[in-house]
Nanobody, 120 residues
Framework: QVQLVESGGGLVQPGGSLRLSCAASGSIFSINIMGWYRQAPGKERELVAATTGGGTTNYADSVKGRFTISRDNAKNTVYLQMNSLKPDDTAVYYC??????????????WGQGTQVTVSS
């Protein structure tokens, strides 16, 4: 079994910054892709940013230039630095990881979600 534990959400004013963290633990052999998704009220869950083990990154157009995803492979941890936050960034942010476990099979795991609220 694999667990993803997120931290770092909260309330911030427009223009502010937050840093989210997500640590994976459990029967991990390797992690391919780690990323962040978000879901705002009444909207579908959408990809925010993702990164491969080799460092390739992908961002939603709406966050390019403001958000930065990074990863510490030794700690199985992914980070999302969010700058110049806007009210439209308000959502529950979910960590996601594509994990190869010890038996060789690959599974998709999700964190429990962390609330990010951008408001004055």
């Amino acid at each position: 079994q694999v667990q993803l534990v997120e931290s770092g959400g909260g309330l911030v004013q427009p223009g502010g910054s937050l840093r989210l963290s997500c640590a994976a633990s459990g029967s991990i052999f390797s992690i391919n892709i780690m990323g962040w998704y978000r879901q705002a009220p009444g909207k579908e869950r959408e990809l925010v940013a993702a990164t491969t083990g080799g460092g390739t990154t992908n961002y939603a157009d709406s966050v390019k230039g403001r958000f930065t995803i990074s990863r510490d492979n030794a700690k199985n941890t992914v980070y999302l630095q969010m700058n110049s936050l806007k009210p439209d960034d308000t959502a529950v942010y979910y960590c996601n990881a594509l994990v190869r476990v010890m038996n060789g099979l690959q599974y998709d795991y999700w964190g429990q979600g962390t609330q990010v609220t951008v408001s004055s």
